[in-house]
């Protein structure tokens, strides 16, 4: 480490001389913990011994470091929902891009975030390790010279809410394997606690929860994602409005709800302003939607919002939920009002509404079906437009460059397939510089969210029915919201565009763990013709692992988990990459 020291010196005054964007390096190690969250001690995935794992807090363009140790027994991989990687999708943290980290190895990611700001989160993204934690937040602060939409806020709270069950991953995981359901989740975790003792008869004693500590008259942001397995959740605070300002990298028009369904995979932020007596506690709740609430009853978080000056502890029956036990109409309606500010920036000066996606010309139209799970060769699988998806040994994007040929085929169709469902590695093939329209049709019963890595979309429409050509004409060509996960609801189509000015393999899913892990997915394939590889697409990481088709390029690095004994050599092998990093910053690379 001594002999590096020299070196980082002139990289780091290099890069400082050329007033390049800051750096931000984190140092993790992803390990087993046991945790009770329900009052059952099980195990968690935990980072640092965090559960949930630490919140980056980073600025617009800042660039990235992470250093990730694999101290599971099973190989990991990181991704980033809603970081749109630009032009880099080596650092996506998807099968597709990037061979896992094996057990006991580190590997560090590298990324910027270019024009970007907003609420987002991270994950484990492999075989339902997200079911067992591993997630964390990720705040993009707008510049000093980029002004927001609202007063600055006192305070800025991260809240992470989701399904859980008691069975570790691996169980779940097995459960699907074998063709089970998971049946109904265990409870709701806020902060990866339990709920607060609101019934005795629902939540045993004991349980510890989460307690949000605040000051009277004073304004807060919460950032909040639903990070569960499969659930809807709706949200909301007793006696507070929710003033809701951007979702997922996008300033929304200001609006106030007292509650707001938050599906699998979303990320919302809030302002939410104490001006209650505070004769009491107040309840923060997440329940389960379109459920049987009298059978899904202990499927609710609870936490507590405590004012400085409160007078009691919170008692009584919880605020009530929309009155909607099916009928999702009140919820879609909900979606369909969050509109983006067309007239503030965000990353940047110029207004969000500058890019006007409802007059260019669309270049391709890709209808996306699910269907309820089917049984295929006799497993039990969920489909995209007939096909579930298989991921290869060999990641996509390294199967090209090195041009192995096989690993996948480019024939995923525009329209969803007549005929029985088949199990392939299927990808959308498309140019760079196109515009994208795709429509996602869920003919299942349950609430799916669909996301797509390295963009921002549009979302144009929603309705209940089969999507058809005249469904175009209610399309909002003005101020759709743009986001990276949207909902789409059972018997209903989701409409969305995206500009793919993206080069790279970028992943198309279902947030849905258990629907995911049964194949619902695909990937987008953005070549450009007249460039490509080292001129519109960033080259590969020196650091690349390799598996697959091309293992035997990999060169061996010895496990060392996280003992204390190789704290040095995981120390070096993470300056080396901080050095090369930076030097290539002063290069001007």
Same mark, same amino acid.
């Given at each position: 480490?001594?002999?590096?020291?020299?070196?980082?010196?002139?990289?780091?005054?290099?890069?400082?001389?050329?007033?390049?964007?800051?750096?931000?390096?984190?140092?993790?190690?992803?390990?087993?913990?046991?945790?009770?969250?329900?009052?059952?001690?099980?195990?968690?995935?935990?980072?640092?011994?965090?559960?949930?794992?630490?919140?980056?807090?980073?600025?617009?363009?800042?660039?990235?470091?992470?250093?990730?140790?694999?101290?599971?027994?099973?190989?990991?991989?990181?991704?980033?929902?809603?970081?749109?990687?630009?032009?880099?999708?080596?650092?996506?943290?998807?099968?597709?891009?990037?061979?896992?980290?094996?057990?006991?190895?580190?590997?560090?990611?590298?990324?910027?975030?270019?024009?970007?700001?907003?609420?987002?989160?991270?994950?484990?993204?492999?075989?339902?390790?997200?079911?067992?934690?591993?997630?964390?937040?990720?705040?993009? @602060?707008?510049? %000093?010279?980029?002004?927001?939409?609202?007063?600055?806020?006192?305070?800025?709270?991260?809240?992470?809410?989701?399904?859980?069950?008691?069975?570790?991953?691996?169980?779940?995981?097995?459960?699907?394997?074998?063709?089970?359901?998971?049946?109904?989740?265990?409870?709701?975790?806020?902060?990866?606690?339990?709920?607060?003792?609101?019934?005795?008869?629902?939540?045993?004693?004991?349980?510890?929860?989460?307690?949000?500590?605040?000051?009277?008259?004073?304004?807060?942001?919460?950032?909040?994602?639903?990070?569960?397995?499969?659930?809807?959740?709706?949200?909301?605070?007793?006696?507070?409005?929710?003033?809701?300002?951007?979702?997922?990298?996008?300033?929304?028009?200001?609006?106030?709800?007292?509650?707001?369904?938050?599906?699998?995979?979303?990320?919302?932020?809030?302002?939410?302003?104490?001006?209650? @007596?505070?004769?009491?506690?107040?309840?923060?709740?997440?329940?389960?939607?379109?459920?049987?609430?009298?059978?899904?009853?202990?499927?609710?978080?609870?936490?507590?919002?405590?004012?400085?000056?409160?007078?009691?502890?919170?008692?009584?029956?919880?605020?009530?939920?929309?009155?909607?036990?099916?009928?999702?109409?009140?919820?879609? @309606?909900?979606?369909?009002?969050?509109?983006?500010?067309?007239?503030?920036?965000?990353?940047?000066?110029?207004?969000?509404?500058?890019?006007?996606?409802?007059?260019?010309?669309?270049?391709?139209?890709?209808?996306?079906?699910?269907?309820?799970?089917?049984?295929?060769?006799?497993?039990?699988?969920?489909?995209?437009?007939?096909?579930?998806?298989?991921?290869?040994?060999?990641?996509?994007?390294?199967?090209?460059?090195?041009?192995?040929?096989?690993?996948?085929?480019?024939?995923?169709?525009?329209?969803?397939?007549?005929?029985?469902?088949?199990?392939?590695?299927?990808?959308?093939?498309?140019?760079?510089?196109?515009?994208?329209?795709?429509?996602?049709?869920? @003919?299942?019963?349950?609430?799916?969210?669909?996301?797509?890595?390295?963009?921002?979309?549009?979302?144009?429409?929603?309705?209940?029915?089969?999507?058809?050509?005249?469904?175009?004409?209610?399309?909002?060509?003005?101020?759709?919201?743009?986001?990276?996960?949207?909902?789409?609801?059972?018997?209903?189509?989701?409409?969305?565009?995206?500009?793919?000015?993206?080069?790279?393999?970028?992943?198309?899913?279902?947030?849905?763990?258990?629907?995911?892990?049964?194949?619902?997915?695909?990937?987008?394939?953005?070549?450009?013709?007249?460039?490509?590889?080292?001129?519109?697409?960033?080259?590969?990481?020196?650091?690349?692992?390799?598996?697959?088709?091309?293992?035997?390029?990999?060169?061996?690095?010895?496990?060392?988990?996280?003992?204390?004994?190789?704290? %040095?050599?995981?120390?070096?092998?993470?300056?080396?990459?901080?050095?090369?990093?930076?030097?290539?910053?002063?290069?001007?690379?």
């Amino acid at each position: 480490m001594a002999a590096l020291a020299p070196l980082l010196a002139v990289a780091f005054l290099a890069a400082a001389a050329h007033a390049a964007d800051p750096f931000a390096f984190f140092d993790w190690d992803v390990t087993y913990m046991t945790a009770s969250p329900l009052g059952v001690p099980q195990q968690v995935i935990a980072i640092n011994k965090q559960f949930p794992g630490p919140v980056m807090n980073v600025t617009t363009n800042y660039n990235v470091v992470v250093n990730v140790l694999n101290s599971l027994d099973e190989p990991l991989l990181i991704t980033w929902d809603g970081i749109q990687h630009r032009k880099n999708c080596w650092q996506d943290g998807v099968l597709g891009t990037t061979c896992p980290i094996p057990p006991g190895w580190n590997w560090t990611y590298n990324f910027q975030v270019k024009d970007q700001i907003g609420s987002f989160f991270y994950f484990p993204s492999l075989g339902m390790q997200r079911a067992a934690g591993g997630f964390g937040g990720i705040t993009v @602060n707008n510049r %000093a010279v980029i002004s927001v939409p609202f007063d600055t806020p006192d305070g800025d709270i991260t809240l992470f809410i989701g399904d859980w069950y008691k069975k570790n991953h691996t169980h779940l995981r097995k459960m699907l394997d074998d063709g089970k359901e998971l049946g109904m989740p265990d409870g709701v975790l806020m902060n990866g606690k339990g709920p607060y003792r609101y019934n005795d008869s629902l939540v045993p004693d004991g349980i510890e929860y989460e307690t949000i500590k605040v000051e009277p008259g004073k304004t807060y942001r919460f950032r909040v994602h639903n990070v569960g397995v499969s659930t809807s959740l709706n949200f909301r605070i007793q006696n507070h409005n929710l003033a809701l300002v951007e979702t997922e990298g996008s300033y929304t028009m200001k609006q106030n709800f007292t509650n707001l369904d938050i599906h699998v995979g979303q990320s919302y932020s809030f302002l939410v302003t104490m001006d209650q @007596n505070a004769s009491s506690d107040y309840y923060i709740v997440a329940s389960a939607r379109f459920v049987n609430e009298s059978l899904w009853t202990r499927v609710t978080g609870v936490a507590i919002l405590q004012y400085s000056n409160s007078k009691g502890k919170a008692s009584g029956p919880l605020p009530d939920p929309p009155n909607d036990e099916y009928d999702k109409t009140f919820s879609m @309606n909900q979606a369909r009002s969050i509109r983006m500010n067309v007239s503030t920036g965000a990353a940047r000066p110029n207004p969000q509404g500058s890019f006007h996606y409802g007059s260019i010309n669309v270049s391709q139209v890709y209808k996306l079906r699910n269907e309820p799970p089917v049984i295929i060769n006799g497993k039990k699988r969920t489909t995209l437009s007939g096909i579930s998806y298989s991921p290869p040994d060999t990641p996509l994007r390294l199967s090209d460059l090195y041009d192995k040929k096989g690993v996948y085929t480019l024939d995923f169709p525009t329209m969803p397939i007549d005929g029985p469902p088949v199990i392939r590695t299927s990808v959308i093939n498309s140019t760079y510089k196109d515009f994208l329209e795709i429509v996602f049709q869920n @003919n299942d019963t349950i609430v799916q969210t669909y996301h797509i890595d390295g963009y921002a979309f549009w979302v144009v429409g929603m309705d209940y029915g089969e999507w058809t050509e005249n469904s175009r004409g209610t399309y909002n060509k003005w101020d759709g919201v743009s986001r990276c996960t949207t909902q789409v609801f059972p018997g209903a189509w989701t409409a969305v565009m995206l500009s793919l000015d993206s080069p790279g393999f970028w992943n198309v899913r279902t947030e849905n763990l258990d629907t995911w892990y049964l194949g619902q997915e695909t990937y987008i394939r953005v070549v450009d013709p007249n460039g490509g590889y080292n001129v519109t697409e960033m080259v590969a990481p020196d650091n690349m692992l390799y598996c697959g088709l091309l293992k035997d390029k990999q060169k061996a690095q010895k496990p060392h988990g996280s003992s204390s004994s190789a704290a %040095a050599a995981k120390l070096n092998n993470y300056l080396l990459v901080v050095l090369v990093s930076l030097l290539a910053l002063a290069l001007g690379h």
